[in-house]
């Protein structure tokens, strides 16, 4: 399958203070899992997109990725830490234009392989969704958000941990943070966003159910690989995320 009319961005702005960042002098995305910057593996699962269609957001120490990834890749900056919503918005500001599809996705979820970002492409384009989110199970997955079903099992809303119910905290879809959206519906659905959650951020998570306030069409893919929607907040996350890679040869 062509994916000319696919373009990547890859959410690579954040600090990572609980990672130790500033002590590390780097970003968030450029610490290590086995010898590799966490987010080389993630561009390394998105080489079938072409480099020059895969827009990273860097923010925190953004020369650290500039330097160590080069020209090749397109880059656009957040300079306020606003959430992953405002980070979107930066990143669409490339993409005036752009009749496709946008992936989007993190920097610092290195277990993600080509396979899952592949087949999530072909659901998304054969169900003729207007976004289709990732979702999966996990081990270790507290501080995800949880994907809310209706009752005849079709997306509803994504709710966010911190602003969970105590019955949605029940729920075990959880949202893997990755999705496809038409381009053009993206670009109404951002600046749409409110900041009214226990972070007072703009989260992307929120664009889904937007969609569906527009009557637009909102798939949910699962995981079928375990444990591979996991990100890293935590020395103990990545010494667990290093152990994955090695346990399924991810090392390149």
Do not use: W
């Not at 919503?85 to 234009?97: Q, T, W």
């Not at 519906?185 to 972070?199: M, S, V, Y």
């Amino acid at each position: 399958m062509e994916y000319c009319n696919v373009k990547a961005i890859v959410l690579a702005a954040g600090k990572g203070k609980r990672l130790g960042s500033e002590e590390a002098q780097l970003p968030k995305v450029m610490r290590e899992a086995c010898s590799r910057p966490m987010l080389s593996y993630v561009l390394h699962a998105l080489s079938f997109i072409a480099p020059q269609d895969t827009i990273v957001v860097v923010g925190y120490m953004a020369e650290k990725i500039t330097q160590a990834f080069g020209s090749v890749y397109r880059y656009a900056e957040q300079t306020e830490q606003l959430g992953t919503g405002h980070a979107a918005s930066c990143a669409m500001k490339e993409l005036p234009d752009f009749d496709g599809t946008v992936l989007l996705c993190y920097g610092d979820m290195p277990l993600v392989g080509r396979e899952t970002y592949e087949a999530l492409i072909r659901d998304h384009l054969t169900q003729k969704n207007a976004c289709t989110l990732l979702a999966g199970a996990a081990d270790a997955a507290r501080g995800y958000g949880r994907v809310v079903l209706d009752a005849s099992g079709a997306f509803s809303r994504v709710v966010e941990e911190r602003d969970c119910t105590p019955e949605e905290k029940e729920i075990t879809l959880l949202n893997a943070g990755i999705y496809l959206f038409d381009a053009k519906a993206l670009a109404r659905a951002l600046p749409k966003l409110q900041n009214k959650n226990a972070q007072g951020e703009y989260y992307v998570t929120d664009v889904p159910a937007l969609f569906l306030e527009d009557g637009l069409k909102v798939g949910v893919f699962k995981s079928r690989v375990e444990n591979e929607i996991l990100g890293v907040n935590t020395l103990e996350q990545l010494l667990f995320i290093e152990d994955c890679i090695r346990q399924r040869g991810l090392v390149f």
